[in-house]
């Protein structure tokens, strides 16, 4: 089994809380969602929304990776007196 290091980062709750823009986003594309009948705009609806949803996380993934690069740099940075 290969080395590796293992870093964590704590959350709070309020961090998956979701912003009034937030909400105000699901509740427009729903009644979007719930007023359309033709089943090909849906599906067009919900490829564009999992492109977005994959493309955000993609963007969240790098940046974690970068933040705990930063943060993993610095703790390890050693002073000498």
Request: glycine share 2%.
């Amino acid at each position: 089994m290969s080395n590796f290091e293992l870093i964590e980062f704590q959350f709070d709750p309020d961090d998956f809380s979701l912003s009034l823009e937030d909400e105000f986003q699901i509740t427009r594309l729903s009644a979007e969602i719930e007023k359309t009948d033709c089943i090909m705009s849906v599906k067009d609806g919900a490829k564009k929304l999992l492109q977005l949803a994959v493309h955000r996380q993609a963007v969240i993934r790098n940046l974690i990776r970068r933040l705990a690069d930063l943060e993993s740099g610095a703790i390890r940075k050693l002073y000498s007196e």
